[in-house]
């Protein structure tokens, strides 16, 4: 899978915007970003990607009305508290 290399600026920006703070958050840390290795993949589009030899793939549903219908019967599930 390549980059992700969306149309919309307002995107791009807010892609370049969290590139940015996670830069900022690892270097309080001692830690630094490979320039030739580090990229923004868009976790959404099938296949996935692989990170530190493990491959994510996103199989969840996008949709908010499936999510809440996932959240209400997992809290269906929750013991009773007395």
Known sequence: M???EPNDEKVTR???GAL???RE???GRGL???PSKTRVVDTSQPGG???LGYHFVNDRPNSEETSHRGLRREVAML???S
Do not use: S
Request: aromatic content about 14%.
């Open 2 to 4: 390549g980059d992700w």
């Open 79 to 81: 013991p009773e508290v």
């Open 49 to 51: 990607f692989d990170f």
């Open 25 to 27: 958050e690892l270097t």
């Open 20 to 22: 940015a703070r996670l």
């Open 14 to 16: 807010e892609k370049q």
């Open 32 to 34: 630094t970003l490979h």
